[in-house]
């Protein structure tokens, strides 16, 4: 069975400052990564996902995480962060089976400050 | 439209009413799900219909009761819930229940029950 840990249960960040979240999963196959983000009062929406390839994968906003198998870990990051990207953020993690054994981390709430 | 929406945003009931939840999706998606997300917990699975059919069922209460009549949209049926059952129910849809894991979420519906 996977389990996903995300470290971190809150982040808080100057603007325009640098940050990482991070996230560990545990599987003993192979794996598709994701994170997703929910902003106030909103579902969650794709920001990245890693399915093969390069283990760098860049996604929506400015957004980027790598995928480290020895580590087992998938670490989000964003060079600079901007007030809009107060959410909060949700690593999971599926064995290729589908959609309904997508495993979700507790998620990290990402808050800006100016 | 929006791909995934839902609807009511916002629904308060007492402990001995009958009320539902309703999704429509619009992205020609041949699954959808049912999630519960509650205030420091990950988010929960309840229900998954592919092609209109329930494929998974996660130990959910039989005061939830789930109906798809096609595949763009999906109820939740509620009644006789409990306190506890009050958090924002999230409803999704991919191209198949055996994608990768890449879900659409709506906006979710937030629940109080009194």
């Known amino acids: 069975a996977q389990s996903v840990t995300q470290l971190d249960s809150q982040v808080p960040v100057f603007e325009e400052a640098p940050v990482e979240l991070r996230c560990n999963y545990s599987s003993s196959v192979s794996v598709y990564l994701f994170w997703y983000v929910q902003y106030p009062n909103q579902g969650l929406q794709l920001l990245l996902k890693?399915?093969?390839?390069?283990?760098l994968v860049k996604g929506i906003n400015g957004f980027e995480a790598e995928f480290n198998k020895s580590q087992t870990s998938f670490h989000l990051r964003k060079p600079s962060v901007h007030i809009s990207d107060t959410a909060e953020y949700f690593c999971a993690v599926s064995d290729g089976q589908g959609a309904q054994k997508l495993v979700f981390g507790q998620g990290t709430r990402l808050t800006i400050n100016p | 439209e929006t791909g995934v929406t839902q609807t009511p945003r916002h629904l308060v009931m007492g402990m001995t009413n009958k009320k539902s939840l309703k999704c429509e999706q619009h992205l020609g998606h041949n699954a959808m799900y049912w999630y519960k997300q509650s205030a420091k917990k990950p988010l929960e699975l309840m229900f998954v219909y592919s092609l209109e059919e329930r494929v998974e069922n996660n130990s959910v209460p039989s005061r939830f009761s789930p109906e798809c009549p096609n595949s763009s949209h999906l109820f939740l049926h509620l009644h006789t819930l409990q306190p506890e059952d009050s958090a924002l129910y999230l409803c999704?849809?991919?191209?198949?229940?055996?994608?990768?894991?890449?879900?659409?979420f709506g906006e979710g519906s937030r629940l109080t029950v009194l």
């Open positions: 890693y399915l093969s390839g390069s283990t």
């Open positions: 999704a849809s991919s191209q198949g229940a055996e994608n990768t894991g890449e879900l659409f």
